[in-house]
């Protein structure tokens, strides 16, 4: 069996919503001291909904495939709803990835919350 999927490497290789947001209202960047890898991403909050969002993630090829697909699973998502997304789920949407990968799946789901929480604190909203 191949080490990683087809959708991994789909991602890897062809990675949705890399770049900036200029007037993005919630920002998020975190890192794995270990491994050094840093992901960023932006979001675009209007009316409890991500309207959109982008990320630059300067780390591997399983961290930039877990942005692109957490990327593309909150897209047009409710605040509420967003919370509530773990690595697990963003592991799982790209058909699993390697038990000692799993770490950079989880940078997805931190980086999003860290982008949620300075929503929060530069709107004065709570989610
Ligand atoms: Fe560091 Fe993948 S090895 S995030």
Same mark, same amino acid.
């Given at each position: 069996?191949?080490?990683?999927?087809?959708?991994?490497?789909?991602? +890897?290789?062809?990675?949705?919503?890399?770049?900036?947001?200029?007037?993005?209202?919630?920002?998020?960047?975190?890192?794995?001291?270990?491994?050094?890898?840093?992901?960023?991403?932006?979001?675009?909050?209007?009316?409890?909904?991500?309207?959109?969002?982008? +990320?630059?993630? +300067?780390?591997?090829?399983?961290?930039?495939?877990?942005?692109?697909?957490?990327?593309?699973?909150?897209?047009?998502?409710?605040?509420?709803?967003?919370?509530?997304?773990?690595?697990?789920?963003?592991?799982?949407?790209?058909?699993?990835?390697?038990?000692?990968?799993?770490?950079?799946?989880?940078?997805?789901?931190?980086?999003?919350?860290?982008?949620?929480?300075?929503?929060?604190?530069?709107?004065?909203?709570?989610?």
């Amino acid at each position: 069996m191949a080490l990683y999927s087809e959708k991994v490497m789909d991602h +890897f290789r062809n990675p949705r919503n890399v770049g900036v947001i200029e007037d993005a209202n919630g920002i998020g960047e975190v890192g794995n001291a270990k491994c050094g890898d840093i992901m960023k991403m932006y979001l675009k909050i209007e009316d409890d909904v991500v309207q959109d969002v982008k +990320f630059e993630t +300067f780390g591997c090829g399983s961290a930039i495939a877990s942005s692109s697909m957490a990327t593309e699973l909150i897209k047009g998502k409710p605040v509420s709803e967003v919370m509530k997304l773990t690595n697990k789920a963003v592991a799982e949407a790209l058909d699993g990835l390697p038990a000692y990968k799993m770490h950079c799946s989880v940078l997805a789901e931190e980086a999003i919350h860290s982008a949620l929480e300075d929503y929060q604190k530069r709107t004065g909203k709570s989610i």
